[in-house]
């Protein structure tokens, strides 16, 4: 840069100077020629021309000398100032220009290794927050599937009682179609309950509260949340269905009872004849008759002792049962026989009937064995004299069946559905009196579940009963084998 400059400052100079000097050459020969002119006019001698050409011709000759010597020291003082000037100059502009270049290279390079840096920094960032946005979408789903698929009912509400979030569960528990507030929901169901209460008396509040929606049983259990900052945020409220709970709770204590009376019963009649026995004389015929009584209430607490040992047993899975085949018609004549003479006393028209071809059923004999005597004493028992009972035995959809049908007093409508509870008794007088325990059809059910089998008894009031029992065959036992087996 600074060689054009002082290129250019001596080529101006040297243009000034040739110029300056040739306008100063010119003028001056100008000027002598005019004089020439004159004296050549005023004198025609040929010798002062040739004098006055040759002052001329001289003129010219300096000036061109002039202008050679001019343009030499022109190029004398530029190179001159070159060196004395602007060649310190240059080199001052150089270094400050290296200087500043590698000042700008290291700001350069600074600012790329910052900015690599600050990009690398992004980079890492931008990983971890797709991480962390990865795993809290997969948490929210996670989340999502649950309180959709739970079977317990889930609704979360804001500070106002508004709805926050609500799962199928608690809908249909709740019958709840459009979203409510807090307030709406439960004031429909008269639950004694305030949310502000929830929230900021936790302690000093209710959190549970049990509801009847329709033929249901609902617990409700109330929880206040809090926000990032441990400020309350809202409740949460777990509903959940415990009908079954409430029904089986409801069935044990009734079971309690009723056992805790049918024991009594006879414990309250031994000691009452045997208090009388020994506290006060009697003859031999009414002893014999206290005696008899005594032994009567002592086999039907033994009875029932047996009973609930046995419904025990089948109740913790302890009862052993070895499958077997067996032919079931063979079985149902034995028990037909065995009973013949209890029949006979009344006067009953009993008839077992076998049809052909019944395949071998696979289950536990005795069991079943137990079951049929219990259905037919039953029928026996509740079959007036001169009745009719009569038992089928046949084979249809790979199952073996049992049918047996009396002309007894039949079953009311309305309790077939309660008829396997335990101690349920259509008639409880006429059941004690005849020496039942109430719990032989309850027996007779949980054996046929454990050796998957099915009872189903149909009746009316004053026309008799029908019991269909219908058991496994060994062609079905083959072939569930056979499924395992693949």
Known sequence: MLKGIQIKIVLVFTIIGIIT?????????????????????????TEMNNIIASQVYQMKMMICLFLIIFV??????????????????SNLIRTVENATRNEKTKYENNKKRK?????????????????????????????????????????????????IHINPAAKTFLNIENAESFEQIFEKYNVDINLEKIIYLENWTSSEQKINVEDRTINLFFAPFKNEND?????????????????????????????SHELKTPITSIMGYADTLLENEVDGETSKKFLERISSEAERMSRLVSD????????????KIEKTEFDLGELVKYVFDGMEIEMKKKEQNAECFVTANVPLVYADKNGIERVIINILSNAIKYTPEKGSIKGYVGF???DAYIKIIDTGIGIPKEDLDKIFERFYRVDKARTREMGGTGLGLSIAKEILDQNNSMIDIKSELGKGTEVVIRIPTKQTKNVKEKNTEE
């Not at 100063?24 to 025609?44: E, F, K, P, R, T």
């Not at 409430?246 to 044990?252: E, F, S």
Request: without cysteine; charged residues 20%.
């Open 231 to 259: 400020r309350p945020a809202g409740v949460i409220v777990v509903i959940q269905d415990i009908t079954e709970h409430v029904k089986l709770d409801t069935m044990r204590k009734r079971f309690v009872a009723d056992v």
């Open 396 to 398: 249809v959809y790979n």
């Open 21 to 45: 000097i040739s306008t100063l050459g010119i003028v001056a020969i100008y000027n002598l020629q005019n004089i020439s002119n004159g004296v050549i006019q005023i004198s025609q001698t």
């Open 115 to 163: 900015i690599n840096d600050l990009v690398y920094a992004f980079d890492v960032m931008n990983n971890e927050l797709k991480e962390n946005l990865n795993e809290a979408i997969r948490q929210s789903k996670q989340m999502e599937t649950i309180l959709l698929n739970i079977t317990d009912g889930i609704i979360a509400f804001d500070i106002s009682g508004k709805i």
């Open 72 to 89: 030499i020291l022109a190029i004398i003082i530029g190179i001159i100032m070159s060196k004395s000037i602007f060649l310190p100059i």
């Open 308 to 319: 609930l040992l046995t419904l025990s047993r089948y109740d913790t899975s302890k009862a």
